[in-house]
């Protein structure tokens, strides 16, 4: 059985600030794409074809989708209207990103600053990108690309630390009086989503009896392991190569909870990843993750500006007028992959608020 509900726990962690913040950075990446085409001259023209986008971007094939899901979303917040099927017209009154930036970013009570970062720097180079002067691979996982990225996924980051720390109050609410259980946590990377778990756990004097850290870079999860374990001794770390994607079971443990946020989503297929999950699960196992979702398919999120040049992040058709969608997926669909996956006791918590922003995916072997 699946089933869906709005939880009142999360009510603290997504608040009005954080919807208000939320939106801003949606705004913020909105007014960085305007100026990205402005800078190619397409503020010349009333109206533009996406096809004439693309020329004037000088867009490569591969990257076509990307402008597509660009217009769209400046459509969707009020820089552009449509004019038909192919034609798009420029709105006025729309202030700029930076514009925005200076005049409503100091009165949040929230450190979004690495979401505005890297947005910036996403922007500054998604011309080059998109018409291949410059490689996505080295722009975002370069030196200074895996610096910012270190610095989004950190739990000092308002905007992102609320899914770990989501996820990591329901997992801890799930041991049993008593119990020791192995976890496996998957795309551990930095290791933001293990420390709030293990913060978590201290703070309930709730002990486990192991601690997997895995990440499809060894060398993530192992660093992620030192710097984790001299802080909490009293968890027993380990770390290695996991890559769900080419799943083996071979010597693999069985573990109590598999756990992860914002990782699933880039399984392929996924039906396939999460029954390979299944299989890594006690007999009474649990998986529990944590995805930004959106609502539907007609709403665009301004994660997919950053998110969408990443490998993994795969389009989802079936979207309104072709617009392509990247990675996030619907709770709706996350509850109807598991059950089609085989587990029991599917169970989806989308957070309270204004929007839907995230959810917590439960279920059981």
Not at 180 to 208: D, F, M, N
Not at 248 to 272: K, Q, R, W
Not at 276 to 290: A, F, Y
Request: aromatic content about 10%; hydrophobic content about 40%.
């Amino acid at each position: 059985m699946s089933s869906m509900m709005i939880t009142n726990d999360s009510r603290t962690l997504f608040n009005d600030v954080y919807h208000a913040a939320y939106d801003f950075v949606t705004s913020y990446t909105a007014g960085r794409i305007r100026q990205e085409l402005e800078h190619v001259g397409l503020h010349d023209t009333d109206t533009f074809s996406r096809e004439q986008a693309e020329q004037q971007l000088r867009c490569l094939d591969s990257y076509r989708s990307l402008v597509h899901w660009a217009l769209a979303f400046l459509v969707q917040e009020g820089h552009l209207a449509r004019e038909g099927a192919e034609l798009y017209r420029w709105t006025a009154g729309r202030p700029s990103g930076l514009d925005l930036r200076e005049r409503d970013v100091q009165a949040l009570n929230l450190h979004i600053q690495p979401s505005l970062t890297m947005i910036d720097y996403v922007a500054s180079h998604w011309l080059a990108i998109l018409n291949g002067e410059s490689q996505v691979m080295q722009v975002m996982f370069g030196a200074q690309g895996t610096s910012l990225w270190e610095s989004y996924f950190n739990n000092a980051h308002d905007l992102y630390s609320v899914h770990n720390q989501w996820a990591a109050e329901s997992l801890a609410d799930r041991i049993l009086p008593g119990h020791s259980p192995k976890i496996l946590e998957l795309g551990a990377g930095y290791g933001s989503a293990a420390r709030a778990l293990v913060e978590e756990l201290r703070l309930r004097h709730q002990t486990i009896a192991g601690y997997a850290l895995t990440d499809v870079s060894p060398l993530l999860a192992g660093k992620a392991r030192r710097l984790l374990a001299p802080e909490f001794p009293e968890i027993p770390f380990s770390s290695r190569k996991l890559d769900m994607n080419r799943f083996s079971p071979a010597d693999e443990d069985s573990y109590d909870f598999i756990y992860a946020v914002n990782t699933v989503h880039c399984g392929s297929p996924l039906s396939t990843v999460l029954g390979h999950l299944r299989e890594l699960l006690t007999d009474k196992g649990q998986l529990i993750i944590s995805e930004c979702v959106r609502a539907d398919y007609d709403v665009l999120l301004h994660q997919e500006f950053l998110f969408s040049l990443l490998p993994g992040f795969y389009k989802i058709t079936g979207m309104r007028e072709g617009t392509p969608c990247f990675g996030f997926r619907t709770a709706a669909d996350w509850g109807s992959l598991l059950m089609e996956a085989g587990y029991a006791q599917v169970n989806v918590e989308v957070n309270s608020g204004t929007a839907i922003r995230g959810a917590i995916i439960t279920a059981q072997k």
